[in-house]
Structures are given as C-alpha cells and as structure tokens.
C-alpha cells in the first residue's frame, strides 16, 4: 500500500514546523463526542494573528495496541 500524496506533503508541513520550532501541542474537544484531544498543529501567522492547523491528535491509550502496520496480520 502506497502513502497518499497528500499525508505526504502534511508530514513535510510537520517535518519543517518541528525544524523551525513551530509545533504545539493544544487541548482540543473532539467535535463528535466533546472529550479532549491532545492535538499536534503547526503554527503559522496571517496578519498578525496566530493560525494553528491541526494535523492529528495523540493516542490515548497504548498505540502499540491501537495500530498496526498495513499489510501485518498481526
């Protein structure tokens, strides 16, 4: 299975904000449920104004046990 273009160039996007020091991490509500999520966005200004994109939030539980690799049976 071949990584799509677009998650491609996001993870480029965060490659670069890490490297220019420009990553935060914030609490968000989870728009479905209302929880918190702990979301990894990148920060950029527009007019003085701070613009935050979101590009995933952190596991809450044990992501050795939530995820696998594609293609494994295991």
């Known amino acids: 299975m071949s990584i799509p273009d677009h ?5 480029q996007t965060l490659l670069r904000a890490a490297a220019d020091g ?3 991490l914030m609490e968000c509500a989870d728009v479905a449920t209302g929880e918190a999520r702990y979301v990894i ?4 200004r527009d007019d003085g104004d701070y613009v935050f994109t979101p590009f995933g939030h952190l596991a ?3 992501p050795f046990e939530a995820y696998r690799l594609a ?4």
């Open 60 to 62: 809450e539980r044990n």
């Open 7 to 11: 998650a491609r160039a996001n993870f």
């Open 41 to 44: 966005c990148a920060v950029g």
């Open 22 to 24: 420009t990553l935060a």
């Open 71 to 74: 293609g494994s049976s295991t």
